[in-house]
């Protein structure tokens, strides 16, 4: 009996199992697979993260538009002069007279004839073409 | 007995099991061996999803860039509505009244679409989201929202015939909106990406990202300011002569821009699908009138150009009437004899009819080819028309005296101004345009407007002499001395032409005109206004005049063109 005991153990270690190895693998396994969760995890956190900051960059985007639409209404001549007449301003331009030039006024013609010569502007000019 | 059953309960599962592997195998061979392909893109559909991003189209600026926005993209909502979730759950009544409450719509319409057992119902298209506040709050069960774009205008009425209007498929459908709609409209991105069962995204499949390209922004040479004041006072000519419609564009002489271009009736842009047809005509450019005596710059140009006569050249008026080819030409007031400086300063007909004949039909008409006439300007807008010049040939013996005089000839309101332009700037006809650059989204500018100067028309010193005579208009004894502007000299010419009829001319209705540019010594800008068929006074310098006097008057001001000086031409 104590001889086949022993037998059954030498049996146990001449067997091809090796639990380290074993262990690393299924280690690296989890590893690898902790390793992918979290990546995936990560993902869809700054997959939500990134829509997220989207929607709210679009509603500031539509809050900026709307309130410079706004501001170009409120300060449209017309919107002015409405404004003015509210509170009984009346605004005139200053007559002739009462204007004073401080120098003497600038040369603001620019010579027609000087664009007439200048063919290469007018040549791209015509290259432009607006419409469809 | 026992053993019986549960060898039959076994035998049972293990054929169903097999019975189910066989089926699965079954199928999987055919997935596999029949077109698989097709069954595979079948999939790849199923759980891939694409979405348009849309793509902001551009805005539109006046001259001072980005202070003054005239046209822009606002997001907005098509608002829907899903009939069955609604009426199943008895909330037709409630969600009609909120809708109709929120979004100003007629509540009997809105009971008959939601009433139903339909899946989708149309409730309001194109709703800014600024209007969007209370029906989000209200969270109404059965109501959904998709994503759009409108084109808002803020200035609503101002400028509307220039800028013109986007359609619902956003395309560009009048004005600049329509001449620059390539520019404009920018290309829309997409989002692709892999979604699971619960149609959520999978971010680490990938997918495909297209970025949009935004619409290129447009700057005009059109000044808001400037246009205010035109079309404030051509809403007072409106007001006090109920003409049928009145027009006016401001220009620079030099370069050609134009600074202001109105046309009334005029509509609100925002809401251009209540408009008509008629008000949405851009007049300036888009009507022909006969332009009577403006037109006699033409001649009066071309005869000094070509040495014909002189400022002192005198001629017979005939006491205010002339029978000439069979037919009666008449002054409105009679004189003796004239010299050429007074008979454009009096606005002689018979005057100029002479002068037209000393400088003969071949030449005359060369000249206003010259000037432009019977052909487009060629403006960067659309609708613009060439106005009417017959050939030369098909003339009638008394066409060269009546053409002269501004009948029997039809142009637009452009083309009279570019010839005023032709005398102010020195000779050239210059070609004018609305739109000065066009700046991508990414700040790289596609396009850059340079004055085009087509062609020299007269020498400097015939048009320094014909600065010198439209001065006179507006002098004390002139038909214009109501164009005046307190401490400038402006030269211009008056223009009061009976409307033809059919088989000959109206005595009662008249297209009145006043045509100039200051300041006479140096010019800079020049401006037209014409009113069609005016009530209570018909004179181009009783109409038109003073509309001209005040856009004149304030725009000079406003944009600090000094007086030249006091010493004269």
């Known amino acids: 009996m104590i001889r086949k005991r022993k037998n059954r153990r030498k049996k146990k270690l001449n067997s091809n199992f090796r639990p380290a190895p074993f262990a690393a693998v299924v280690v690296v396994i989890t590893i690898i697979a902790s390793v992918y969760s979290y990546l995936q995890y990560s993902c869809q956190q700054l997959g939500n993260e990134i829509k997220a900051l989207e929607r709210q960059k679009n509603i500031l985007k539509t809050r900026y538009m709307n309130e410079e639409c706004r501001w170009m209404e409120d300060k449209s001549p017309e919107n002015i002069k409405k404004a003015l007449n509210r509170y009984n301003i009346v605004m005139q331009w200053p007559s002739a007279r009462q204007v004073v030039r401080l120098r003497t006024p600038v040369v603001r013609n620019q010579s027609i004839a000087s664009l007439d010569s200048d063919t290469t502007r007018r040549r791209r000019l015509a290259g432009a073409v607006m419409n469809d | 007995m026992i053993d019986k059953s549960i060898t039959g309960r076994f035998l049972f599962i293990t054929v169903s099991l097999i019975l189910i592997f066989i089926g699965l195998g079954v199928r999987l061979a055919f997935l596999h061996i029949g077109d698989h392909q097709e069954v595979l893109r079948r999939m790849k559909r199923k759980y891939y999803r694409e979405r348009k991003i849309i793509a902001r189209r551009g805005s539109i600026y006046d001259r001072n860039g980005h202070q003054n926005v005239l046209a822009l993209t606002l997001s907005a909502k098509h608002v829907k509505a899903d009939p069955k979730v609604i009426s199943d759950k008895g909330l037709v009544r409630e969600v009609a009244e909120t809708l109709s409450h929120e979004l100003d719509l007629p509540i009997d319409r809105l009971m008959v679409g939601l009433n139903s057992q339909k899946r989708y119902f149309s409730v309001k298209r194109f709703v800014p989201d600024t209007e969007l506040d209370g029906l989000y709050k209200a969270k109404l069960t059965g109501i959904y929202f998709d994503d759009a774009v409108i084109r808002y205008y803020p200035q609503h009425e101002l400028m509307c015939h220039v800028l013109g209007f986007v359609n619902n498929n956003g395309v560009g459908s009048a004005g600049v909106e329509q001449q620059a709609n390539r520019f404009l409209r920018g290309c829309a991105g997409v989002v692709g990406s892999r979604i699971n069962a619960r149609r959520k995204e999978i971010y680490w499949e990938g997918g495909r990202y297209i970025a949009p390209i935004n619409g290129a922004d447009v700057t005009l040479t059109l000044d808001q300011n400037v246009q205010f004041i035109v079309e404030r006072a051509l809403d007072k000519v409106m007001e006090k002569h109920t003409p049928l419609g009145a027009w006016a564009i401001v220009e620079k002489v030099n370069t050609g821009e134009i600074l202001a271009m109105a046309s009334r009736p005029g509509y609100d842009l925002n809401k ?116 009417i010049l017959h050939d030369e040939k098909r003339w009638s013996g008394i066409s ?106 109206s005595n009662k209705d ?5 045509v100039g540019f200051l300041p006479a010594e140096k010019p800079e800008i020049a401006i037209i206004v014409v009113v069609d068929t005016p009530h209570n006074g018909h004179y181009g310098g009783t109409v038109a005049g003073p509309a001209f006097s005040e856009i004149a008057e304030q725009t000079v001001r406003y944009m600090n063109i000094p007086p030249v000086s006091e010493v004269g031409l």
């Open chain 2, 400 to 505: 060269l005296s009546r053409i002269a005089i501004g009948q029997g000839v039809a142009v637009t309101a452009l083309q009279m101004i570019s010839a005023y332009c032709v005398v102010a700037n020195g000779g050239y006809l210059v070609r004018p345009y609305v739109v000065s650059k066009i700046v991508s989204s990414d700040g790289e500018e596609l396009y850059r407007r340079v004055p085009d100067p087509i062609r020299r028309v007269i020498s400097e010193r015939t048009a320094l002499r014909m600065r010198k005579l439209l001065l006179r208009v507006t002098e004390e004894g002139g038909t214009g001395t109501r164009a005046r502007v307190e401490g400038y000299k402006v030269a211009g010419k008056t223009g009061t032409a009976q409307k033809a009829i059919r088989g000959g001319y």
């Open chain 2, 510 to 514: 008249f297209v009145s005109s006043f």
């Open chain 2, 272 to 387: 251009f699908r209540k408009s008509t047809e008629n008000s949405r005509l851009n007049r300036a450019i888009g009507v022909v009138y006969e332009p009577g005596s403006t037109f006699k710059v033409v001649a009066f140009s071309a005869a000094l150009n070509e040495g014909i006569v002189s400022e002192r050249t005198v001629i017979d008026c005939e006491n205010g009437s002339w029978f000439y080819m069979g037919r009666i030409l008449r002054d409105s007031h009679g004189h003796d004899k004239l010299t050429v400086a007074d008979g454009l300063k009096k606005s002689s007909n018979i005057l100029t009819a002479k002068v037209a004949l000393m400088l003969g039909r071949k030449r005359y008409y060369r000249y206003l080819k010259l000037f432009g006439m019977g052909n487009r300007m060629g403006i960067d807008l659309p609708g613009e028309e060439g106005g």
